[in-house]
């Protein structure tokens, strides 16, 4: 059955360094997204991106953030200076219709 | 986007039925009911959806009130791996965004 990977599956960064989380949707899916759950909490969406541009994004999705399809297969997800709150589970999902398939995550720690 | 209002946490016993009900007052005419479940330490995990009917799985039973102002998503025998949060979500497009609530929290105990 198809799934959707994720890598690393710990990151571990000083505050003010930059991280990019992978994912790899299912192949035929059209709707990538990110989502962030810090521990103990909701699972928060971050940003959605269709036909290569961002659909939709929540407030946390500021500047210090980006995401990438770099060719075709990646999706990926920048943070430019990582603060000490980003530290959190950071999940991709991806989807064709409305079903969502979930990635096992990244868990970010940032120092 | 719609809400939903789930209990926050349910116990069950070990291969007896469970009820996990949701309420979603303000649903729209065009909006699917989804249920997820996040296993602990795990990603959320799609349990089963529906629109207007009745609908089974291998995994789960969802029950919609003929109103649709409500569900219940049914697991017919819990089995400890079924403890997990789950998740009933209202998504009206195709790549819309999911809204999680806190959900329910279920334990099974042996």
């Known amino acids: 059955e198809p799934e959707v990977t994720q890598t690393p599956s710990h990151q571990v960064t000083q505050m003010g360094q930059e991280v990019i989380l992978r994912c790899v949707p299912i192949?035929?899916?059209?709707?990538f997204y990110w989502y962030r759950q810090i521990l103990g909490q909701k699972v928060e969406f971050l940003v959605s991106?269709?036909?290569?541009?961002?659909?939709?994004k929540s407030e946390i999705f500021d500047d210090q953030f980006s995401v990438e399809r770099p060719d075709g297969s990646n999706f990926t997800l920048k943070i430019r200076s990582t603060k000490l709150e980003d530290s959190a589970m950071y999940f991709c999902?991806?989807?064709?219709?409305?079903?969502?398939?979930f990635g096992p995550g990244t868990r970010l720690t940032v120092l | 986007d719609a809400k939903t209002t789930q209990p926050n946490s349910m116990e069950s016993n070990e291969e007896e039925p469970v009820h996990l009900p949701c309420n979603h007052s303000?649903?729209?005419?065009?909006?699917?009911i989804h249920w997820y479940r996040q296993l602990p330490s795990q990603g959320p995990e799609y349990v089963i959806h529906?629109?207007?009917s009745n609908v089974n799985n291998r995994m789960a039973s969802l029950a919609i009130a003929e109103d649709r102002k409500s569900s219940t998503l049914i697991l017919h025998r819990a089995t400890l791996r079924d403890a997990a949060v789950y998740y009933c979500?209202?998504?009206?497009?195709?790549?819309?965004?999911?809204?999680f609530g806190p959900g329910t929290r279920l334990s099974v105990l042996p």
């Open positions: 999902a991806s989807s064709q219709y409305n079903e969502q398939f």
């Open positions: 192949s035929n899916h059209l709707y």
């Open positions: 991106f269709y036909n290569n541009e961002i659909s939709e």
């Open positions: 303000t649903i729209s005419g065009t909006d699917y």
């Open positions: 529906g629109l207007t």
């Open positions: 979500i209202l998504i009206g497009n195709y790549g819309q965004n999911f809204v």
